[in-house]
């Protein structure tokens, strides 16, 4: 228990579903990648708890970079105008990118960073999210591996933040309206 979880209106995803979705995940991964070693590039900061589970789940070596990419706007909405904000640290060419994302909500970041990341000649470039929500759908983002798709509330927790506040949370919960002022 967290004093956090007073904020929280509902679960969406228990950690134990969580917990069950990332071995199946790490399965596929497993499979698709047995001659491969995929490079996992994790989108910080909300990836970071998915990310380290993930790793940890895949049978076979992985290695870990980060970029930190920042869309303009409000909190709790995406423009698609979005800036690099933390770059990786080393060349990509010819590795095996797996993008690991929290959350798809329009799609923007993500098609975005995956023509950033295209543009730099790796050998393959998937990716796997944990959460992807409607809107999602519309976009033609190519995305591999999804955990689970969600309604279209905004939520916190296992990496998702409101105001920097509930990445810490072990599960994913939809966040009260009166913490955000709606
Ligand atoms: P997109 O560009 O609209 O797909 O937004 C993706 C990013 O917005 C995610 O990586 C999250 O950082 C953030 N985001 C979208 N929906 C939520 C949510 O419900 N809770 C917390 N963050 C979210
Ligand atoms: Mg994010």
Do not use: H
Request: include cysteine.
């Amino acid at each position: 228990m967290s004093v956090l979880d007073d904020d929280i209106e509902a679960e969406v995803v228990s950690a134990e579903q969580i917990r069950t979705k990332i071995v199946e995940l790490a399965a596929a991964i497993d499979a698709d990648y047995a001659d491969r070693e995929p490079l996992l590039v994790g989108v910080l900061k909300g990836a970071v708890i998915f990310m380290s589970d993930l790793a940890r789940a895949l049978s076979r070596p992985s290695a870990m970079e980060f970029m930190a990419c920042s869309s303009y706007g409000a909190s709790n909405k995406s423009s698609g105008v979005v800036r690099i904000l933390k770059d990786l640290d080393r060349d990509v060419t010819g590795r095996d990118i797996l993008i690991v994302e929290d959350i798809i909500d329009s799609g923007l970041t993500l098609s975005w960073l995956l023509k950033n990341l295209q543009a730099r000649d790796p050998a393959s470039v998937e990716v796997v999210a944990l959460l992807r929500k409607p809107d999602a759908i519309k976009v033609q983002v190519p995305v591999r591996y999804v955990g689970f798709d969600i309604p279209n509330d905004f939520v916190v927790g296992y990496g998702l933040d409101y105001a920097e506040r509930y990445r810490d949370l072990p599960y994913i919960g939809r966040l009260k309206a009166s913490i955000y002022g709606g």
